[in-house]
């Protein structure tokens, strides 16, 4: 009854799971007295937020120029640089790795452009997990609250920051994580003489993860650099495809080796991971650090879910609830990213 319960309230909760987590970006330049730049929010979010569409569904240019007083108040009253008086100039759509997006320039004068303390508090009352993205300079600063952030204008993004959102995408990203789950569930599986001791099925274990990482590993550098591209639509379809694969594979066991399972369908995902990172920025001064400290912080947060998991499946190996959590469990989620392919590909 709980499992059942617990799903329920996921099936609910999959629209807003549906794409990449909500982002706007603030890109600021700084020169003298005066700060220049423009400030890009997804379309949906600005629906979202102030009801643009008049209710068909098709949320068209026209409705945009209609309602951009709304837009214009809404920023005025929510982005904030202190001791500058901001102009707001004609705003266009511009398409970016998720959609479009509302691009509105920005032209401030201030008292003093060293140290720029910006106040970002868009969204956030209806998205908890909405992001400012702050690009000032060569650094990129994050706003998760209406909290001031203070950016050091010529300063850049510590390798930590990286790091830091790399362990943040992993463990905010449920279906990175269905995926990883999916692929270790069986490992336990108690009629498999692999998995009579937790050192054989440790063993299993770091292979599946290691073959993940790796894959993920090399088309999150190609796709960072700009060697492969992909549509943001097809990764992300594609991802929630590959969940579908991985548990229905725990269903009919159509491949034995998992491992390959973890690195074929792995190379999507980390098609998937950078475009949160081309997202954050990427300094070209220090683009093997920037690549090295978000791969780790993936990794960090990955093999954290894999230790709070594995333990507890290897206790339970032997019980109903085990079985449960296998067949029930793999089936729902299989429903569960079917759900998410059909919005990822037609929403």
Known sequence: MKFIVFLSIVLAASPALA????????????????????????????????????????????????????IRDYVAGRLQIA??????GRAALVDLSDGA????????????????VITYALLFDIDAQHRGLV???????????????VAEVGAGTSIAAFVREGIWHIWIGLDHILFLVCLILPAVFPMRRAAQSMRTVATEVFEIVTAFTLAHSITLVISAVGLVTLPSRFVETAIALSVVAAALNNLVRAVDARWAVAFALGLLHGFGFSSVLIDLGLPSHELIGTLLGFNVGVELGQAAIVLAVLPLLYLIRKTLAYQALLFAGSGAVAILASIWTYQRLFI
Not at 22 to 37: K, N, P, Q, W, Y
């Open 19 to 70: 794409h990449k987590p909500s982002d706007a970006h603030v890109r600021l330049e700084a020169s003298g007295e005066r700060v220049t730049g423009r400030l890009d929010v997804a379309v949906r979010d600005l629906d979202a937020a102030l009801s643009i569409d008049d209710g068909d569904g098709n949320l068209t240019w026209g409705e945009l120029e209609a309602a951009a007083p709304r």
């Open 83 to 88: 001791g500058c008086t901001i102009a707001q």
């Open 101 to 116: 997006y509302w691009s509105m320039p920005l032209d401030a004068r201030c008292t003093d452009t060293r140290a720029l």
């Open 135 to 149: 690009h000032v300079g060569g650094q990129t600063l994050i706003a998760r609250d209406a909290t001031p952030i």
